[in-house]
């Protein structure tokens, strides 16, 4: 997760599982610690593109 | 010419391994421990070979099925490339080495490809410089102190650009290298490593 930040502000972020299997998150949300914006993470690949274009 | 165990399968939808795809991942240079992104993945063969040179290696694309697809052919080498869906160097932080081999082809807005995925891989905008520019822009902000840009460029035989690439480069600050190149019969591959004067 150090290697990404939030798109919009560069703020950082937060990680919540909902699935995980050797350590690694297969499906979550990642959350920006300052401007609050979600990013789903689905089957291990987090998606970092403005909702409107996921 | 390829890497020996690094064989990523060809998929629907993803552009597959060809000598410019070699070439970058055979012509950057890295080294173990450091932050490396490979932005515009396609099939990855760039990533997984940093991957296993010990770099902590992240692929970007916008194309889920490049990612889905380099995701699975690491798992199955058990190297560690983090896929992430997003344009360009959105929502990365920075590395030591940032690779990429952009969309060069110049294309008109009517010659694009039917399938949007394949446009994306080739399309380069009317001068083929499009991707690269706009990549090229963002990319100081995503650099670590001395950090390089490898980049994978294509000299079309018979286009001669009103500007040699590596001039345009020197114009917006960037330092070019050539450290690797690849004569084909429609096109001379090149890639340059960049760092910021």
Not at chain 2, 181 to 190: K, Q, V
Request: hydrophobic share 40%; glycine share 10%.
């Amino acid at each position: 997760m150090e290697l990404l930040c939030c798109p919009l502000c560069r703020g950082d972020l937060t990680l919540e599982a909902r699935k995980e299997a050797k350590g690694e998150i297969l499906d979550g949300t990642i959350q920006c610690t300052k401007c609050s914006a979600k990013f789903p993470i689905e089957d291990g690949i987090p998606n970092m593109l403005p909702p409107e274009l996921r | 010419m390829e890497i020996s165990g690094l064989h990523p399968p060809s998929l629907d939808h993803v552009y597959p391994v060809r000598e410019d795809s070699l070439l970058l991942a055979t012509s950057a240079h890295v080294r173990p421990g450091e932050r490396v992104a490979e932005v515009g993945c396609g099939s990855g063969l760039a990533s997984l070979a940093a991957a296993r040179s010990g770099a902590q290696v992240v692929a970007t694309d916008l194309n889920p099925y490049a990612l889905a697809g380099l995701r699975e052919e690491s798992l199955r080498l058990g190297l560690s490339v983090l896929c992430v869906r997003t344009d360009l160097l959105s929502g990365l932080r920075s590395f030591h080495a940032i690779l990429f081999n952009p969309p060069y082809l110049p294309t008109p807005p009517g010659e694009r490809d039917a399938d949007p995925w394949d446009a994306l891989a080739l399309d380069g905008g009317p001068d083929g410089q499009q991707t690269l520019w706009r990549f090229l822009a963002s990319a100081p902000s995503h650099l670590l102190p001395g950090g390089r840009v490898y980049l994978l460029w294509a000299r079309i035989r018979g286009q001669v650009p009103a500007e040699s690439l590596p001039s345009t480069l020197g114009r917006e600050g960037w330092n070019a290298r050539n450290v690797g190149s690849r004569s084909l019969p429609a096109e001379e591959l090149e890639v340059l490593e960049l760092v910021r004067d």
